[in-house]
């Protein structure tokens, strides 16, 4: 084969090539990116899921309309209630983390406490998001 006509050949596979690794990414990252906003806005608020929890116990049970809504202030309260424990769950986690981080703070070098303070506050901020996102803000 023609050293000429070689040469082509390979820059045309590399063109092909390049051009097909971008368009697949393109198509890829779209995809992606679609399929992560569609679950995103598909999580029902509170009284969304309660709702359909009674109507599902009324439709297996049978519930007339007064149990139905007696049901459902008993789900409300529950729910209240539960989030009352996760909450307080959460004080007595909090009242470890600070004690573990005082502790750290104890060896750590006048350089590296500014880092960890940093550190500390992006751990905070990325668990004040995921907390948020479980309770459907």
Partial sequence: ????????????????????????????????????????????????????????????IGLTAEQAQKADGIIKNAQSEIREIHNKNDAEVDVVRMNARGQMREFLTAEQMPKFEQYMQRLDEERKKQKEAQQGK
């Fill in 1 to 60: 084969m023609n050293p000429d006509i070689r040469k082509k050949a390979a820059i045309w596979l590399a063109l092909v090539f390049v051009l097909g690794t971008a368009t697949g990414g393109v198509f890829g990252y779209s995809l992606a990116r679609r399929s992560y906003a569609a679950t995103k806005s598909v999580v029902p608020s509170e009284a969304e899921r309660r709702a359909k929890k009674i109507a599902e116990m009324t439709k297996t």
